[in-house]
């Protein structure tokens, strides 16, 4: 570095154009490399080149900054502390396309740490620029331009706010359709980024009139478009359910379901947690969920998913849905899902967060659930704060309907009731005395523990006459 560093003031251009390129490859390598170059005093030199030098040279010393900024909010700040920014977005306001975008780059680099060094960027007034840059015929240019608005709006409502002040959610719509994938990725994480703060922002994404036309992007070939237009959907509909229900109108929630189907591993997870997000506001918009066969995708999902944060949002999914009504809950059980929950519950590997998700899911469809059949499996596996929830559903449903009274003795549910260890006074007992009291006294006694012992004691202390 010590030996690149004269090489930058050199007197032919070219060598001082390797040089910063060398700088830059060097700093974009690793962290000490970059704190080198920060040590090294090299960055006031390189940002003083980027107001005199030629276009080439701008465009090398805009990637030293970047290769610096991009590792950590230390190395970003440095950068800023150098007065990068005032010539980076100078440099923004070039006529060559390259440097605007090496600028951009850069300055979206800085931005995406954290809240701090957006609002910097933002003061040295690169937004107007950046949002004049996603205009630009550049396919390139536009790309970057739009990853650093979404870096710029990720960090909080204020920042997505000065974004969409200077109008850039016009621009960005009107990119939804372009025939580049790497644009699409980012235009949708943009939006996603602005629209996940507030309803407002939200509801001025929606009004750009952006739907139906984003579904297509659902089956675009490329999985990251795909997975950011889901998320856009996400941030939208977690707000209110008259967003939900604005993109379920639009045939959203059929698409996501398909989209589900589609795809694998971690670009389902935003696509499950928008059906648990629209599924969460109101028991209609659950129903979309459900009449759109959202719950045997689910289902598949849990199934297939070995990464543990995706089982967790797939359990907290059918908590939202199975909450609602006993129809709802039904719709839950009948996917067989309460066994493969309460086995995620009870597995010691799973992680915290899943056993938690899990166990909420279980106990807010219990106490709606008053389809029999798929309660009877939880009575021989449940512990007993899940037992108490699917022992009350016995008691509620078993005394007004005599076809369950009886398949609940052949199916050796009742015999299973008997065998529970409950305390005296207990919500359980209370349960346990409901079932019992729907059923005449010798059959309890038949099915209950120690009964054929008693039997067989009293034959042989029968005496024939």
């Known amino acids: 570095m010590s030996l690149l560093r004269p090489l930058l003031l050199d007197v032919v251009p070219t ?26 005093d090299i960055l006031p030199q390189l940002i003083y080149s980027l107001a005199e030098q030629n276009r080439f040279y701008k465009k090398a010393a805009a990637f030293v900054l970047r290769a610096v900024a991009k590792h950590s909010p230390a190395l970003a700040q440095a950068v800023v502390d150098c007065g990068a920014l005032d010539a980076l977005v100078i440099s923004l306001e070039e006529f060559d396309p390259d440097v605007k975008e090496a600028a951009a780059w850069a300055l979206g680099y800085i931005a995406r740490h954290n809240a701090n060094l957006s609002q910097a960027v933002v003061d040295a007034g690169a937004v107007p620029l950046l949002v004049l840059c996603i205009q630009e015929p550049e396919v390139a240019l536009k790309r970057i331009a739009a990853s650093a608005l979404s870096d710029i709006a990720k960090h909080s409502p204020e920042l997505a706010q000065t974004v969409v002040d200077t109008g850039a959610i016009a621009h960005l719509a009107q990119m939804i359709l372009n ?4 644009l699409k990725r980012q235009v949708f994480s943009a939006l996603s980024q602005i629209s996940k703060h507030s309803v407002d ?42 967003l939900s229900q604005m993109i379920v109108n639009t045939g959203g929630v059929a698409a996501v379901i398909d989209y589900l189907g589609d795809s ?11 059906l648990g997000y629209v599924a969460a506001h109101s028991e209609n918009l659950a129903m979309a969920v459900i009449v759109s066969k959202g719950v045997p995708q689910l289902a598949i999902c849990l199934s297939e998913e070995p990464e543990e944060h995706i089982k967790a949002a797939t359990a907290w999914a059918f908590g939202q849905i199975g909450r609602h009504t006993p129809e709802h809950a039904r719709a839950v059980a009948t996917a067989n899902v309460l066994p493969s929950l309460l086995a995620l519950y009870m597995d010691t590997d799973s992680s915290e967060d899943l056993q938690v998700k899990a166990k909420k899911a279980l106990k807010s469809i219990l106490p709606k659930c008053n389809y029999l059949p798929a309660l009877e499996p939880l009575l021989y596996e449940a512990p007993s704060n899940i037992l108490k929830h699917v022992i009350c559903q016995f008691s509620k449903v078993l005394p007004h309907d005599s076809k369950a009274r009886r398949l609940f003795v052949t199916s050796g549910g009742l015999k299973k009731v008997q065998e529970i260890k409950a305390d005296p006074g ?35 202390k029968y005496q024939p006459v």
């Open 15 to 40: 060598i001082q154009q390797t040089a910063a390129l060398a700088l830059g490859r060097l700093a974009s390598y690793n962290e000490d490399l970059a704190e080198a170059v920060v040590k090294g």
């Open 179 to 182: 025939p580049d994938a790497k």
């Open 201 to 242: 922002l939200a509801e001025m994404v929606v009004e750009a009139e952006i739907f139906p036309a984003v579904l297509a992007c659902l089956r675009d070939p490329n999985e990251y478009v795909r997975k950011n237009v889901t998320t856009l959907m996400r941030e939208i509909t977690k707000h209110t359910p008259e």
């Open 264 to 274: 694998h591993g971690n670009v389902r997870l935003p696509g499950i947690m928008m």
């Open 426 to 460: 207990s919500a359980l007992q209370e349960y346990i005395n409901t079932i019992n009291s729907c059923y005449p006294e010798e059959i309890v006694r038949y099915y209950s523990p120690g009964y054929s012992e008693a039997l067989l004691e009293r034959v042989e």
